[in-house]
């Protein structure tokens, strides 16, 4: 039975530098090649970054990525290790020259040997839903590559070919394959990893074949990508499986089933799977004969799971970090309330780009607590951020001096008055943004100020619960006692009432449900996009229901001018769930 040595390059590249992600790829081709490897895998779309989003539609950023492709196979063999197989995910465009662009995008996965690109896979399946609009940018490919290597002949595949039925995992079957080599850009989203890795074990049986996934890792504006790399026997069984959150190289041996299908193109008799589309072509290439296994074998490695407090902080300081770098962020601004959610966010943003970077400001008016002074004061000692005291007492009373408003207009020009000096920071000390401490439960029923504390660059916890920010406080501080430090998060910041302090005695309660049933009813609302009567049939009241309803349709608005932030539930607000702010329907009338 012919053995491979795949690797797979679970990397961290840069929507748009088509240069730099040359380089990278470049840097772990060797890494593979002095692995002894017979073939790479790079993730989706590796060359361009992913999503590429309307670059796709620019004809400069498309040839840019097509010239790049072929000056890579050169630069693989110049750099001594053409033999190596390389399958690189990059945009290309069909060949036709009435379209005016030239021809259609296409997400394509090319195979790279010896200086040169010996085949091309255009993505047969494309995701319309969530966060992928493919079909805007995209034409589907219907020919399914198979490369002969080392006497196996290997199946290319591209991310969402595994979660639609048919097509590529089907053609793969019927062309007999001996591997199914399926290169991802699929991102993080809590619990994602276990329907993931039930999805690869069930193609891996469809397809008769074991199965190699390799998943982009980084993050990229709101969304992140957790890596998760594996491979699955033919019987299922997951075989190796990397990290996530990192990058790694995964190495390993596999032994496969010997090719013996003749080498010529033919149509498959899968059937297609979407309109327009004919039937799959299979078409083969012979690369190279059976040889000699290595000498020493690799054993397969299975990563220990993450618990779910792990991979989603993980996934946050990820995507900010990455959001920072990517863009020239060196330093963050917050406001510093001592409060759970900016308590969470200022430890956040110490983990992703240091503390020396963070700066966090307190901003005490008449109604502040000495509690919250005093807890943001300790929150900045025991992680070492710089901290600052503004009063906006003087403010306050220099606006009430030009204008008469009281009760909410009042509580809301101190929120304005606070980010106005964060703002102010942050532009004087760029480059820097300003970071939005909401959750999503406040987000959800607008319960933040516009142009206050809703403004700055990016919101660390926009899509996280309020019930999941006690709860990341406390694994994060458990984590620091586990490893024998000290906790960032002042015990009485997750203790203690929330409030806004915004008028007397103040608390979030007078306004809000308590958050455990408020975070209940969004779940099914705004996750489950299920209605009135479905909501309260579960036993919520119905009075309660329509408030919590009422409140989340009427801040559609706020949402809208709400900062990006870190995508980790199914249904994030912004790239998920895209609401009209106009809107007439009411839920039960």
């Known amino acids: 039975m012919p053995q491979l040595r795949i690797a797979m390059a679970q990397v961290n590249t840069t929507v748009g530098d088509i240069s730099a992600n040359a380089d990278l790829i470049v840097e772990w081709a060797e890494r593979a090649w002095r692995a002894g490897a017979d073939i790479v895998l790079f993730p989706e779309m590796a060359l361009t970054g992913y999503p590429v989003e309307d670059l796709a539609l620019r004809q400069s950023f498309v040839e840019a990525s097509r010239i790049s492709i072929a000056r890579l196979a050169s630069r693989l063999h110049g750099g001594g290790f053409g033999e190596l197989v390389a399958v690189v995910g990059y945009l290309d465009r069909t060949d036709e020259p009435d379209h005016r662009r030239g021809g259609y995008p296409q997400n394509v996965a ?9 085949a091309r896979y255009a993505k047969h399946h494309l ?28 199946a290319v595949a591209i991310c969402e070919d595994l979660w639609q039925d048919g097509g590529p995992v089907a053609a793969a079957r019927e062309a007999e394959a001996g591997l199914l080599a399926v290169i991802n850009a699929s991102p993080y989203e809590r619990d994602k990893d276990d329907t993931r890795g039930e999805l690869v074990s069930r193609r891996a049986i469809e397809a008769g074949c074991p199965l190699t996934y390799v998943n982009l890792v980084g993050g990229q504006d709101e969304l992140v990508f957790d890596g998760d790399t594996m491979i699955a026997g033919t019987d299922g069984a997951i075989t190796v499986r990397a990290l996530q959150f990192v990058e790694d190289l995964i190495v390993a041996d596999l032994h496969l089933a010997a090719a013996t299908a003749p080498l010529k193109t033919e149509p498959a008799a899968t059937i297609p799977t979407q309109p327009g589309q004919s039937g799959m072509i299979i078409k083969r290439h012979l690369i190279s004969e059976a040889g000699e296994p290595p000498a020493q074998r690799i054993e397969p490695k299975i990563a220990k799971p993450l618990s779910a407090m792990a991979e989603i902080y993980l996934a946050l300081v990820m995507g900010l970090r990455d959001y920072c770098n990517k863009n020239g962020i060196t330093r963050v601004f917050l406001g510093l309330s001592g409060g759970i959610d900016s308590s969470l966010v200022a430890t956040l943003a110490c983990d992703a780009i240091g503390a020396e970077n963070v700066y966090g400001i307190s901003n005490p008016s008449a109604y502040s607590s000495e509690h919250s002074r005093t807890d943001a ?43 106005i000096i964060w703002m102010a920071e942050s532009n004087q000390h760029g480059p820097s943004i300003v970071l939005a401490c909401g959750n999503k439960s406040e987000l959800a029923v607008g319960y933040s100020t516009i142009y206050g504390d809703a403004v700055g660059g990016f919101a ?62 969004l779940n099914d609302y705004v996750e489950g996009d ?42 994030a607000f912004g790239r998920d769930r895209r609401l009209p702010i106009t809107n007439g329907w009411r839920e039960g009338r």
């Open 530 to 571: 299920r209605g009135r009567s479905e909501i309260v049939a579960m036993g919520f009241d119905p009075k309660l229901v329509d408030r919590v309803i009422r409140m989340v349709d009427r801040a559609e608005y706020k949402r809208r001018q709400y900062p990006p932030g870190t995508k980790i539930s199914f249904k």
């Open 127 to 154: 995701p319309n839903y969530g966060v992928f609009d493919e079909y805007r940018y995209f034409k589907p490919g219907n020919e399914l590559q198979v490369l002969r290597i080392r006497g196996v002949d290997v």
């Open 460 to 521: 660390p916890i926009k899509d996280v619960p309020k019930t999941w920010v006690w709860k990341l406080a406390r694994w994060r501080n458990d984590q620091a006692r586990e490893r024998g430090e000290t906790p960032p998060i002042p015990e009485n910041s997750i203790s203690k009432e929330p409030s806004a302090e915004l008028r007397p005695g103040q608390r979030d309660t007078d306004s809000l449900p308590p958050y455990e049933v408020l975070d209940d009813i």
């Open 110 to 118: 090319a195979v790279l040997h010896d200086g040169r690109i010996v």
């Open 377 to 419: 004061a300790e929150l900045a000692a025991r992680t070492g951020l710089h901290f600052t005291t503004v009063p906006i007492g003087p403010a306050v009373d220099a606006f009430h001096g030009m204008i008469d408003i009281d009760g909410v207009a009042a509580e809301n020009l101190q929120a304005r008055i606070r980010a």
